[in-house]
């Protein structure tokens, strides 16, 4: 079956010209990586909220996700992209995707102070905070990290 849909998609995808092919392609690793952050994020939440409350849990586990998400991003993303020094480089991804989490954690914020339901389901919030700032952490990664 996934070998159908790949011959299927295979006409569609030599019509983009390759730079936007490689735009598309970065934009699909990114959003599976982000998935996978997703995942870490939720989790560490869920680990730490007891301990630090909910607000010191969401800041805890950008940190760690984003750390997670900055290394897979580097190592297939934009693997075939010249890299910088690690160090400069992950402080630099934290730095810009700080923008991301500003919105990320802003909606998270204000839906767990004005939803119930994002209380007892802190997921809930966390999704729809990653989901809305995915595309700026897309595009300033691209621009001024993975460059």
Do not use: K
């Amino acid at each position: 079956m996934q070998t159908n849909i790949l011959h299927r998609l295979e006409p569609l995808l030599t019509r983009i010209p390759p730079a936007r092919r490689l735009i598309l392609v970065q934009f699909f690793r990114f959003g599976v990586i982000g998935t996978m952050g997703f995942v870490w994020d939720t989790a560490v939440v869920y680990a730490t909220a007891p301990l630090v409350g909910l607000y010191a849990a969401g800041v805890i586990s950008f940190l760690i996700a984003g750390s997670i998400n900055w290394l897979l991003n580097r190592i297939w993303t934009y693997r075939h992209v010249p890299h910088g020094a690690m160090h400069r480089q992950v402080l630099m991804f934290l730095l810009v995707n700080s923008v991301g989490f500003v919105i990320n954690r802003g909606i998270y914020f204000t839906l767990i102070a004005t939803e119930p339901v994002c209380r007892e389901y802190p997921v809930i919030a966390i999704g729809v905070g990653g989901v809305s700032a995915m595309f700026v952490n897309f595009f300033l990664s691209r621009r001024l990290v993975f460059r």
